[in-house]
Nanobody, 123 residues
Framework: QVQLVESGGGLVQPGGSLRLSCAASGFTLNYYATGWFRQAPGKEREAVSC????????VYADSVKGRFTISRDNAKNTVYLQMNSLKPEDTAVYYCAARRGWGTLGPTDYPYWGQGTQVTVSS
């Protein structure tokens, strides 16, 4: 059974950092790509970043370039999203998703999704 579980969300002040984790079970992430997406209240789900786990190629949305870093640990079957210099507009539920092949920023390309973790950036 394919399963993705996110963790690491929480409340942080503007300028702070958080690291999200996405642990996969039921399949080997090395043969997949993983994407991070987020959805704020009243807004559509938007792409944050993706990584092709086989070769480590990454793509970032313009809104997070230079602040967020996606990485993977294939031995732990886990993908991470390091978020620095957080802003109030980063507040959202963050989801990880997986698909076979290369990473894309299109949420409809991903058949497997986690349940999400809340990130709130506020003073």
């Amino acid at each position: 059974q394919v399963q993705l579980v996110e963790s690491g969300g929480g409340l942080v002040q503007p300028g702070g950092s958080l690291r999200l984790s996405c642990a996969a079970s039921g399949f080997t992430l090395n043969y997949y790509a993983t994407g991070w997406f987020r959805q704020a209240p009243g807004k559509e789900r938007e792409a944050v970043s993706c990584i092709t786990n086989s070769d480590g190629r990454t793509v970032y949305a313009d809104s997070v370039k230079g602040r967020f870093t996606i990485s993977r640990d294939n031995a732990k079957n886990t993908v991470y999203l390091q978020m620095n210099s957080l802003k109030p507009e980063d507040t959202a539920v963050y989801y990880c998703a997986a698909r076979r092949g290369w990473g894309t920023l299109g949420p409809t390309d991903y058949p497997y999704w986690g349940q999400g973790t809340q990130v709130t950036v506020s003073s």
